[in-house]
């Protein structure tokens, strides 16, 4: 008998979601990084993107804020430039292609995730030690596996990103690096991840990336500062057996190449896990910055049908 495993295909997947509710203090927020852009003459263009679940996992039905506060810090004193009152604009919301890397993977058609972008034109003196924006918000969903409380508080979210001064680079003209994609928001449990996470960069500076810890900020009873809080920022509290390092059950673990950003790593327990992606910039060997990204990944169970191509003609021949 003819061997006919070259004939038979793994058309994949029906797709399990766990749906779970949030309590008084979640928000939707499931993501955010920032950027920003050297328009010269000392004005910058602060680029922030959120991220929220928009689909049934919203149990509040909870939207994006329509007003945000950008504080700007000083990155010598931590102390107060401005704040700027942000407005949304509508057309800058947009839903993001749920789809999943590993070709077996077929997403919940109930998953919805949204992007809002925040932008911001601000002016600054040009100074020694450069400037550190700042965004912050309540909360993440407790449902989250791998972060413990704070003082029985669950993390809030701080995005930021630094502009450096004349003591770093000088001509001060810089712009921050770029990640190119958002990540699947939805994986499947025993199936292996990869994920290309590479950042552009205008200026062509060395790029360096790494897990790091997302940073908390904002609680339930302050859940959008306005004023944000002066640096430095605490990172999230992992629970036990998780770190930047090792921030989602995987076995192999998951890794990211240092030089390529590409990840890699096969997640095995079902559950909703944060994660922080770091982007290091550098001039002639010079550390200017690094820009934060801070998402959350689902992990779902997934049931393979696997489905026989063979025609009866094919199984006459065996």
């Not at 696997?306 to 009866?312: F, G």
Request: charged share 15%; net charge negative; with cysteine.
């Amino acid at each position: 008998m003819k061997r006919f495993s070259q004939i038979i295909l793994s058309i994949c997947l029906f797709l399990s979601f766990a749906i779970c509710s949030h309590d008084a203090n979640a928000t939707h927020l499931i993501g955010s990084d920032m950027y920003y852009e050297d328009l010269g003459g000392g004005n910058y263009s602060i680029i922030l993107k959120v991220y929220r679940e928009c689909g049934p996992a919203n149990t509040q039905g909870t939207d994006f804020d329509d007003i945000i506060s950008l504080g700007v810090f000083d990155s010598g004193n931590n102390m107060m430039v401005n704040v700027y009152d942000v407005f949304l604009n509508a057309n800058t919301v947009q839903n993001v292609p749920v789809v999943m890397t590993n070709p077996c993977g077929i997403p919940p058609t109930d998953l919805c995730v949204e992007e809002a972008i925040y932008t911001q034109v601000v002016s600054l003196p040009a100074n020694g030690d450069g400037y550190t924006v700042v965004w912050q918000r309540c909360c993440r969903n407790p449902t989250i596996s791998n972060l413990g409380t704070n003082f029985g508080n669950f993390p809030g979210m701080t995005s930021t990103v630094t502009i450096p001064g004349y003591d770093i680079i000088d001509p001060i003209e810089n712009d921050s690096p770029v990640f190119q994609e958002f990540p699947p928001v939805v994986l499947c449990a025993d199936f292996e991840f990869f994920f290309d996470h590479s950042a552009t960069d205008a200026d062509g500076d060395e790029l360096v990336y790494s897990f790091c810890a997302p940073f908390d900020g904002a609680d339930g009873n302050n859940p959008a500062p306005n004023p944000p809080s002066n640096p430095p920022y605490n990172t999230v509290p992992y629970s036990p057996g998780y770190s930047s390092d090792y921030p989602i059950a995987s076995n192999p673990a998951f890794q990211i190449d240092p030089v390529t950003g590409l990840i890699t790593g096969t997640p095995t327990a079902p559950g909703q896990y944060a994660m922080g992606i770091c982007c290091e910039e550098y001039r002639d060997g010079v550390y200017i910055g690094r820009i934060l990204r801070d998402f959350q990944f689902n992990v779902v169970l997934c049931d393979a049908n696997i489905v026989s191509a063979v025609t009866p003609q094919q199984l006459e021949q065996l």
